[in-house]
């Protein structure tokens, strides 16, 4: 074990008010839920913050809606709600596949959505869904409550535009046009990291998105747009190494990924016809 458990400390707000307060005074502090990340982090020692803000308990973070046509997501909300709503099913069935081969059932009931976007890993199961999804990140603060578009919310390695006084509260996901498709490379379809996913969209417009190919989650823009002008699949596998650059590391080689990527994207073409 890399830490000692008297290092550490832990607030326990009973509100999502008081939790702002908290974190408006000390942008320091870790906001944290399930913790199916940080107490590996902390074992391991690569999160080296010793303080904590457990936000688990806060009912107004949680919840599966739809208003005004777009479905929103609490943060708090877990992998197994999203399994079993048919809400998202409905309207977003690749969140609910990805959400399956998220670890175990034991991760998948404690592991929230708003966790993996924080954690702001490239190979975060449910990032390239939402970036495909055209997804809004609600961030809120004491003094107001902004909408990020996913897109830009990642700014490098685990590197994103929130700001220490704001939590993640909601996503918002706007209806999805098209077929939707993905798939996750892996030593198993489960309880393992990713060495590559895809996320993608056949309708009016083809977004394709991938996870474990670069610094953050992308879009493969250039790929996508030969798709969407009625290009070839060769030509679209031409222009995907315009849009990724995976590297090597302890699960894959660059050069797997990259030829991965280029069979994922033609079967997604060839199921999605």
């Given at each position: 074990m ?11 707000p ?12 000390d942008s320091?502090l870790?906001?944290i839920?399930?913790c199916t990340?940080?107490?590996v982090g902390?074992h391991f ?5 010793r303080r904590?803000v457990d ?21 708090l909300t877990?992998?197994?709600q999203?399994i ?13 596949a990805?959400?399956?081969?998220i ?20 190979a975060?199961?449910?990032l ?8 809004r990140i609600?961030?809120r603060?004491?003094t107001?409550?902004r909408?990020?578009p996913f897109?830009?919310f990642?700014?490098?390695y685990?590197?994103?535009v ?8 909601a996503?918002e996901?706007?209806?999805?046009d ?5 798939r ?10 990713s ?25 493969a823009a ?9 290009g ?8 995907l ?19 991965i990527?280029?069979n ?10």
């Amino acid at each position: 074990m890399a830490f000692a458990p008297s290092t550490l400390s832990l607030a326990r707000p009973r509100s999502l008010a008081q939790a702002l307060d908290l974190i408006a005074e000390d942008s320091t502090l870790t906001p944290i839920a399930g913790c199916t990340d940080v107490y590996v982090g902390l074992h391991f020692g690569t999160v080296t913050n010793r303080r904590f803000v457990d936000l688990w308990n806060l009912k107004e973070l949680r919840g599966i809606t739809v208003k005004d046509g777009v479905l929103q997501i609490g943060a708090l909300t877990t992998y197994s709600q999203i399994i079993n709503s048919k809400l998202v099913a409905k309207r977003v069935s690749m969140l609910v596949a990805a959400a399956r081969e998220i670890g175990g059932a034991q991760i998948q009931n404690r592991g929230t959505l708003g966790g993996n976007i924080a954690n702001a890993s490239p190979a975060g199961d449910t990032l390239p869904v939402l970036a495909a999804a055209d997804a809004r990140i609600v961030l809120r603060s004491k003094t107001g409550t902004r909408k990020v578009p996913f897109s830009e919310f990642y700014t490098g390695y685990r590197r994103s535009v929130r700001r220490g006084d704001e939590l993640i509260t909601a996503v918002e996901i706007p209806p999805v046009d098209g077929r939707q498709w993905w798939r996750k490379v892996g030593t198993r379809r489960a309880q393992a990291i990713s060495k590559i996913m895809i996320a993608a969209i056949r309708g009016a417009r083809v977004r394709i998105a991938y996870g474990s190919v670069a610094p953050t989650v992308v879009l493969a823009a250039n790929a996508a747009a030969v798709l969407s002008r009625g290009g070839a699949v060769a030509d679209a596998r031409a222009a995907l190494a315009k849009d990724i650059a995976p590297i090597d590391d302890v699960r894959s080689t660059g050069a797997y990924r990259a030829a991965i990527a280029a069979n994922l994207l033609e079967e997604f073409w060839t199921r999605t016809a």
